[in-house]
């Protein structure tokens, strides 16, 4: 195991290059105009930059968890990074469309990477006690970064424009390289060995045979839909409905966002002590007053009053918070599961965007009908589902179905 020093080196820019990788993901999500005009490009097309970064983090989210512990994780780790800086570069000076997009993809597929890699460093080198609170630090500034990106991209657009404010996440991203390069000793190769699609197969085919797996990991992608057609439903409510502009649009979505992340150590508290079931239905049950208010469309003021609630109730429900995601000492496979969960959850919020976008292009009718309805089903799927018995998602190892019990080439 790791020394203190080098837990605590390894934690600074591993929550570093966490929050970067979230920061850098959704700081286009209110510049699509800019985008549009310096790209020449239309606003749809453009649209889809959070979906070309959160799918391919999704996909490979999942293949990463499969050969995190068979690759040369430091090298690896040294050189994602390296390139995630480049393509921040890259993409400050994109002149058109189609590079942006593509450079996005690439981006999506290294944060996913990156994420992988350190969730099996956590899993390998840190004891249990510590394992848990790092990886809440890591979930954490995954959150911060989703935060501030949104506002802060819209904000510091007017003063330097988006090309440099992708410029500094590069520049970002090489400071963590350097920090990395002098202190990732604590990482060590995994068992390095043939990675053949066999095993890969073989891996998923075992955890998604199993029912009590396939409910857990729906509702995790049908989370990541609602969520993510959740805040383009707020940007829309707020740009078009009253006329705030993209600026004052990414004020409401900062006070979209930070109630959330503020209260989120007590809502995992409240959920040990409550129970995943009871967290979950009260965050659902909190959201759709919220969307009551909304569609009953009241004055400026008290709709600005119930933004927050949805924070709130998005932090009851997202799996990593409201304990359907737990961390457990008795799985070696811990972030094999992990990341089948982070790539659930960003499939939802990639395919999320694309789909509530086009919904949301003649009227908001057809997509506030179609959140209700998957509110419904997540609902139905919490209640009926024993993972809401303080069970976990990476308990998925435990049983009849345990990874470690097959034989895996």
């Not at 999506?108 to 390998?124: K, T």
């Not at 990593?320 to 919020?349: D, Q």
């Not at 609902?379 to 024993?386: G, L």
Request: aromatic share 16%; proline share 3%; hydrophobic share 50%.
């Amino acid at each position: 195991m790791a020394t203190s020093e080098q837990q605590q080196r390894f934690t600074k820019w591993a929550c570093a290059i966490t929050c970067l990788i979230a920061f850098q993901g959704y700081l286009a999500a209110l510049l699509t105009p800019a985008l549009a005009r310096t790209l020449h490009a239309s606003k749809l097309t453009l649209g889809f930059s959070i979906p070309a970064f959160a799918i391919p983090f999704g996909v490979s989210s999942f293949l990463s968890a499969t050969i995190a512990c068979s690759i040369d994780r430091r090298r690896y780790l040294r050189w994602l990074i390296f390139l995630m800086g480049l393509l921040l570069v890259i993409i400050a000076v994109a002149r058109d469309a189609f590079l942006f997009l593509i450079v996005r993809i690439c981006l999506g597929a290294l944060s996913g990477g990156i994420m992988q890699i350190i969730m099996s460093v956590i899993n390998d080198l840190f004891t249990p006690p510590d394992r848990t609170k790092l990886f809440i630090r890591i979930i954490l500034a995954f959150a911060a970064g989703m935060t501030f990106g949104p506002s802060l991209g819209i904000w510091l657009y007017p003063v330097i424009g988006w090309q440099w404010t992708f410029g500094l996440t590069g520049f970002w991203a090489m400071l963590i390289l350097y920090y990395a390069l002098k202190y990732d000793g604590i990482i060590h190769s995994g068992h390095v060995g043939f990675i053949s699609r066999q095993r890969i197969l073989k891996r998923m085919r075992i955890v998604f045979t199993n029912f009590y797996n396939r409910r857990i990991y729906t509702f995790i992608f049908l989370n990541g839909v609602f969520h993510s057609g959740l805040f383009v439903w707020t940007s829309y409510y707020f740009s078009v409905g009253y006329r705030l502009g993209y600026q004052g649009t990414g004020l409401v979505l900062l006070i979209f966002s930070l109630p959330g992340l503020l209260l989120a150590a007590s809502i995992g508290t409240a959920t040990r002590r409550y129970g995943v079931k009871a967290m979950v239905f009260s965050g659902i049950s909190v959201i759709s007053l919220t969307i009551v208010i909304f569609v009953w469309h009241a004055g400026i003021w008290l709709t600005l009053t119930a933004v927050p609630f949805l924070s709130i109730g998005y932090v009851m429900t997202q799996p990593f918070y409201s304990g359907v995601i737990e961390y457990i000492k008795r799985n070696r496979n811990r972030e094999f599961a992990l990341g089948l969960g982070f790539g659930c959850l960003f499939l939802g919020y990639g395919t999320g965007p694309v789909f509530f976008q086009l919904l949301f292009l003649k009227s908001a009718v057809p997509g506030v009908l179609v959140l209700i309805l998957i509110e419904v089903l997540l609902m139905r799927i919490a209640v009926t589902s024993s993972f809401t018995k303080h069970v976990s998602i990476l308990d998925i190892g435990v049983g009849p179905y345990n990874i470690e019990n097959h034989d895996i080439p």
